[in-house]
């Protein structure tokens, strides 16, 4: 390709590798703004929802409730069937998140994160096994969407069959959903930190710990990364012709 008195020459390789890179470097920027936006969200509704009552769980008119609303749920702990969150970190240390599935009088499943607990003393192999109270009781929280990874590699994993507590990383609802015989609502109520029957857990810290305007940061960053590399790109494959 002519332009004046340069020629514009790509490889065809590298021509792929720049549109890659590009592409991912946008993508990520777009998340972080999504993340942004959605924490922007997260800290009004959770101040609205902290100075307002809580709603029982079976009156909200949806299947799915709207997000940052606090909420009551009754019904009964699953202890034998929890997840455990994957590669979470909680002042420095590594563990799980714990979502233990309390089963309401219609057969529902809702998602309860009951907080962090830490690694077991022999590492990844010896998962722990978070206790759960038993009989009908009533838990209250926040209600919030499932945690999203900046990039998802991949389509879900195959629902296992044998084995629990379940170890998953960034499931989508679908991925949760194939673990259970029966529904599971989409979304997760985070356990009041009052609530004794949760574990390590300051809700707060993990909103304020990086703010909106981080995100933004974040996402300017990325898009002068691409600008950055598509320049290169360019300089590098403008050629002047003699």
């Excluded at 549109?19 to 969200?41: P, T």
């Excluded at 709207?66 to 909420?71: D, K, S």
């Excluded at 009754?74 to 309390?102: C, S």
């Amino acid at each position: 390709m002519r332009l004046g008195r340069y020629r514009f020459t790509p490889p065809w390789w590298g021509v792929l590798v720049c549109v890659l890179v590009v592409a991912a470097m946008c993508g990520l920027g777009v998340w972080q703004i999504d993340r942004g936006e959605s924490k922007q969200r997260m800290l009004a509704q959770q101040d609205a929802a902290i100075k307002s009552p809580p709603t029982p769980f079976a009156e909200s008119a949806n299947s799915v409730p709207p997000y940052g609303h606090r909420y009551t749920v009754r019904g009964r702990m699953d202890a034998a069937h929890q997840i455990l969150f994957d590669n979470q970190v909680f002042k420095e240390r590594v563990g799980y998140g714990v979502w233990t599935p309390v089963i309401l009088a219609d057969g529902r499943r809702v998602l309860i994160d009951r907080g962090w607990v830490p690694v077991g003393r022999g590492g990844r192999s010896d998962l722990p096994t978070p206790d759960a109270p038993g009989g009908e009781l009533t838990v209250t929280g926040l209600w919030r969407d499932l945690p999203r990874p900046g990039l998802r590699l991949g389509g879900d994993a195959a629902c296992r069959t044998s084995g629990w507590p379940r170890v998953l990383n960034y499931p989508t609802i679908a991925s949760v959903r194939c673990q259970y015989d029966g529904p599971v609502v989409d979304g997760l109520l985070l356990l009041d930190e009052a609530d004794p029957r949760g574990f390590a857990r300051d809700w707060q810290v993990g909103l304020t710990r990086m703010p909106p305007v981080r995100h933004f940061g974040y996402a300017l960053q990325w898009f002068a990364m691409a600008v950055a590399v598509l320049t290169i790109f360019l300089i590098v494959n403008l050629k002047r012709t003699r």
